[in-house]
């Protein structure tokens, strides 16, 4: 295992607790891991007992391979620098009960979640300060306990200032750049949120709803892509980001062809999708706002309808 390099902004190692070692969260927990840093990773009892067996092991094309031995623990029971949550949004709230208030300490709290509605039941499960809002850029699948498959040939995360302290933000946007991570640290939660959502709900309900690949949707469903878009486009204006329809139809069009969503795996091995957060967030948003969003509406439907039982 590397030492890291002490820096005066953001001298090493840090405590880092991650919850939910998930592709998401198993990928950030071998990185940080790998630059000596103490992870502790906070998942169920099965997840604990095969990792303290096996450790933890990251296959990337990027990264490269390997496997470290982590501290693995079925519930926080010590304070740590910083918590990163990286479960799904359909078992957060079951989740966050294993990483109690008291003992997080004055940890920073790093959501890796799909949507923004996450962002306040944290700040209400923890002091709001310690909450540092977050998006995460990458394509990472657990394929068994403890063992992660990192497919893209990147991972950015990027974190909003909000309401944590400047100095500890970036602290850790700097602990995340040492990583390999990015860290990029932005002022606007909003924008952060919805840069991300409005590209990642019409991706990943659509792939869903067909069965089908990015380039199969783009390609025999692109008017119902770009229906969803445009309005996807005019909600975000009405929460005060500035997103074109134009721009995000030109990123779906310089997807890999064969790219497909995690939510389109969940529901083909039978998982429970991500419909709250991914859809029907959005459709309460747009309630909220008066934006009518009937193409995203009948999509939401269809994909709930069809996965109620996932």
């Known amino acids: 295992m590397n030492?890291?390099?002490?820096?005066?902004?953001?001298?090493?190692?840090?405590?880092?607790?991650?919850?939910?070692?998930?592709?998401?969260?198993?990928?950030?927990?071998?990185?940080?891991?790998?630059?000596?840093?103490?992870?502790?990773?906070?998942?169920?009892?099965?997840?604990?007992?095969?990792?303290?067996?096996?450790?933890?092991?990251?296959?990337?094309?990027?990264?490269?391979?390997?496997?470290?031995?982590?501290?693995?623990?079925?519930?926080?029971?010590?304070?740590?620098?910083?918590?990163?949550?990286?479960?799904?949004?359909?078992?957060?709230?079951?989740?966050?009960?294993?990483?109690?208030?008291?003992?997080?300490?004055?940890?920073?709290?790093?959501?890796?979640?799909?949507?923004?509605?996450?962002v306040a039941l944290l700040r209400e499960t923890y002091p709001a300060g310690q909450v540092v809002p977050a998006v995460i850029w990458a394509e990472s699948t657990r394929t068994a306990p403890g063992v992660i498959e990192h497919a893209t040939p990147f991972c950015r995360v990027e974190l909003a200032r909000a309401s944590a302290p400047a100095a500890r933000t970036a602290a850790l946007g700097a602990l995340l750049e040492d990583a390999g991570m990015g860290g990029l640290v932005r002022e606007d939660e909003a924008a952060l949120l919805w840069d991300k959502l409005a590209f990642l709900a019409p991706f990943a309900l659509l792939t869903t709803r067909h069965a089908a690949p990015v380039g199969t949707v783009r390609s025999e469903h692109r008017e119902e892509l770009t229906s969803v878009l445009e309005e996807l486009a005019r909600l975000a204006g009405a929460v005060g980001v500035a997103t074109e329809a134009s721009a995000l139809l030109a990123r779906f069009d310089g997807c890999p062809e064969g790219m497909r969503s995690s939510m389109q795996r969940d529901a083909a091995a039978g998982r429970p999708v991500e419909i709250e957060a991914v859809g029907h967030a959005l459709l309460r948003q747009a309630d909220r706002s008066g934006v009518s969003v009937p193409a995203l509406t009948a999509l939401v439907a269809s994909v709930a309808k069809a996965h109620s039982g996932s």
């Open 3 to 118: 030492t890291r390099t002490t820096t005066e902004q953001n001298p090493a190692p840090w405590t880092v607790a991650v919850l939910g070692p998930g592709g998401i969260g198993g990928l950030v927990a071998s990185l940080l891991a790998r630059r000596g840093h103490r992870v502790i990773v906070v998942a169920s009892e099965p997840t604990a007992k095969a990792l303290d067996a096996r450790g933890l092991t990251l296959r990337s094309g990027h990264f490269g391979d390997g496997t470290l031995s982590v501290e693995a623990v079925t519930e926080l029971t010590e304070p740590v620098d910083l918590c990163v949550v990286a479960t799904k949004e359909t078992g957060l709230a079951q989740a966050l009960q294993r990483v109690p208030a008291a003992a997080l300490g004055s940890g920073l709290v790093l959501p890796l979640l799909n949507g923004f509605e996450h």
